[in-house]
Nanobody, 121 residues
C-alpha cells in the first residue's frame, strides 16, 4: 500500500509565501513523476507543477515565475514553494505521484488527501 501525506497549507496574505510538502511511503519500487494539482469548488482539478524522475519540471502558465517544484528522491518527497501568492491561488492542493509498487507491477496513480491554501487579507 502506498500513501501520500501532504503538509504545509494554511492562510497567508497576498504577496506571501507557503511551502507544501508531500511524502510518499509504503510499497515503492520507483516513483516516476510527482505533481501538484489544485482544485476550487465547481472546477476541475488542474495541474500546477510537475517534476519527472530525471528532474524535468513544468508549470502552469498562471504560476510560472512564482512557484517552484522540487524533489528529494532519497526521501520520496516533493515540495512546492509558492511565492508572491495571489487570491486566485486559493484552492485545495493535491499531491499526485505515478508509482510502480514493485518490479512486477505496472505504474499506478496515487493521490494525497489535499491541503487547503487560502490567500486572503
Amino acid at each position: 500500500q502506498v500513501q501520500l501525506v501532504e503538509s504545509g497549507g494554511g492562510l497567508v496574505q497576498p504577496g506571501g509565501s507557503l511551502r507544501l510538502s508531500c511524502a510518499a511511503s509504503g510499497s515503492i519500487f520507483v516513483i516516476n513523476a510527482m505533481n501538484w494539482y489544485r482544485q476550487t469548488p465547481g472546477n476541475q482539478r488542474e495541474l500546477v507543477a510537475r517534476i519527472t524522475n530525471g528532474g524535468y519540471t513544468d508549470y502552469a502558465d498562471s504560476v510560472k515565475g512564482r512557484f517552484t517544484i522540487s524533489r528529494d528522491t532519497a526521501n520520496n518527497t516533493v515540495y512546492l514553494q509558492m511565492n508572491s501568492l495571489k487570491s486566485e491561488d486559493t484552492a485545495v492542493y493535491y499531491c499526485h505521484a505515478a508509482i510502480r509498487p514493485s518490479p512486477l507491477r505496472f505504474e499506478y496513480d496515487y493521490w494525497g488527501q489535499g491541503t487547503q491554501v487560502t490567500v486572503s487579507s
